[in-house]
Nanobody
Framework: QVTLVESGGGLVQAGGSLRLSCAAS????????MGWFRQAPGKEREIVAA????????YYADSVKGRFTASRDNAKSTVYLQMNSLKPEDTAVYYC????????????????????WGQGTQVTVSS
């Protein structure tokens, strides 16, 4: 069991940056692959980024590639999402999630693969 708490959301102008953090409870954070997802009003939740247990492998959705960077600090049980060059279409509630099944340097990108979810943090990008 792991509890995830996101922070760092807020209101930013287009072109600005935000850094989201997701702090996990427990001492076994390093066994989870992690994902960042987002859900805009009226839309389905979608994956933004995923990162393997060690952080050596990452995945990004095409819509954020080159602008967002996922990283993790297993000693601090925290995963991060650095978001640069933000656009109004990035406006959404952002969630982090933990996948307890992916092993080694693997990650998964489907919502159903993730076992634990945070409560979400709102990101609003104004034009």
């Amino acid at each position: 069991q792991v509890t995830l708490v996101e922070s760092g959301g807020g209101l930013v102008q287009a072109g600005g940056s935000l850094r989201l953090s997701c702090a996990a409870s427990g001492r076994t954070f390093g066994i989870y692959a992690m994902g960042w997802f987002r859900q805009a009003p009226g839309k389905e939740r979608e994956i933004v980024a995923a990162i393997s247990r060690s952080g050596s492998r990452t995945y990004y959705a095409d819509s954020v590639k080159g602008r967002f960077t996922a990283s993790r600090d297993n000693a601090k049980s925290t995963v991060y999402l650095q978001m640069n060059s933000l656009k109004p279409e990035d406006t959404a509630v952002y969630y982090c999630a933990a996948d307890r099944t992916s092993s080694g340097n693997y990650y998964r990108t489907s919502l159903a693969s993730y076992d634990y979810w945070g409560q979400g943090t709102q990101v609003t990008v104004s034009s």
